[in-house]
């Protein structure tokens, strides 16, 4: 009704001024009707996201044979214990136009997270190494994960006992498992994937005895580092040098990590740090750190060793 009224006074006024302002009079008449009428009468809509039902899970059936393995296998794994879905509603408002009336688009979107345990195998396992979502590599940083490794004395995991209350929670004795909280699904359709594992199981008494090793070969620049390196190679384009593991942040985290659970009892690890010779005759070679490229930059560090910089360390001979 506004939109009538506004736009008859507006070319009332207008036609003062001309045909030409007569035209205009009525448009800008019928613009403020519009938005006095989407201010008082407008229909606010509601958009809703795709919403689920039910959590689908991967094969789980009772009276599945628990697998032994023995040194370094792939596989499924059943799912032991799962909660209800996790679901987080978001909101966000179009206004719908300039006028800023209550008129408007709410858009609701939902995303899903779910809490659930996979049982693996017969315990005492040493690691987990690879895995796979739905066949594909499946990066495990920034997934809140636990491995339990199934020995014969295993507490309820903290998850599995905060919901099914103190003394209620199955410990799991003697099977190896991995519990997962909050793992995002969206990525996977909204549903829990289906995962397998590289399961680490030593097989004798050797890696017990082991008590101290030696980390070579030292020829590296960032291999060390427990922190995330990256190289520039463009602008605004980096690449990861120092991480080429799905299980940890860094090759350093993951090797250590894997060292300490193949050998219980190491009690020692001795770093190999190498520097290189300029000559093959002893008497005239020299031994100092050295790089293979200087014009590389490397963040959040620089590579430095011994007071030296890239720039000025010698170059690796090819």
């Not at 009538?4 to 800008?28: D, E, H, M, N, Q």
């Not at 393995?69 to 909101?91: C, D, K, L, N």
């Not at 100092?288 to 910089?309: D, H, I, Q």
Request: proline residues 5%; glycine residues 12%.
């Amino acid at each position: 009704m506004a939109t009538l009224l506004l736009s008859a006074a507006g070319a009332a006024v207008g036609s003062l001024f001309g045909p030409v302002g007569a035209i205009l009079g009525r448009a800008a008449g019928a613009f403020a009707g519009y938005a006095l009428d989407q201010s008082l009468f407008g229909e606010k809509r509601t958009v809703e996201g795709a919403r689920l039902s039910d959590l689908e899970v991967q094969t789980s059936r009772e009276g599945a044979a628990i697998p032994r393995v023995y040194g370094r296998v792939r596989i499924a794994g059943q799912i032991i214990w799962a909660t209800r879905f996790e679901e987080v509603v978001s909101e966000t408002r179009d206004e719908g136009g300039k006028g800023g009336g209550s008129a408007g688009t709410t858009i609701r979107s939902y995303s899903y997270f779910a809490n659930f345990a996979v049982g693996l195998c017969e315990g005492p396992i040493a690691a987990i190494g690879r895995v796979w979502a739905d066949g594909k590599p499946f990066d495990l940083a920034g997934v809140t994960y636990r491995l339990r490794r199934g020995t014969a004395g295993q507490a309820p995991d903290s998850l599995i006992e905060a919901k099914q209350g103190e003394g209620a929670a199955p410990g799991y004795r003697g099977t190896a498992y991995v519990v997962f909280e909050r793992l995002p699904l969206e990525q996977f359709g909204n549903r829990v994937p289906n995962l397998s594992f590289e399961v680490v199981r030593p097989v004798g008494e050797l890696e017990t005895l082991v008590r101290a090793v030696t980390i070579i070969p030292g020829a590296t620049e960032h291999g060390y580092d427990p922190l995330p390196v990256r190289e520039v190679v463009a602008p605004g384009r980096r690449r990861l040098i120092n991480r080429h593991v799905d299980n940890a942040r860094t090759d350093w985290k993951g090797a250590i990590d894997d060292l300490q659970a193949l050998c219980p009892n190491l009690d020692r690890v001795a770093l190999v740090a190498t520097w290189y010779g300029n000559d093959l005759r002893a008497s005239y070679c020299t031994l100092k750190p050295a790089v293979t490229a200087r014009n590389v930059e490397t963040v959040p560090e620089a590579w430095a060793v011994a007071g030296l910089t890239r720039a000025d360390a010698r170059l690796v001979s090819t």
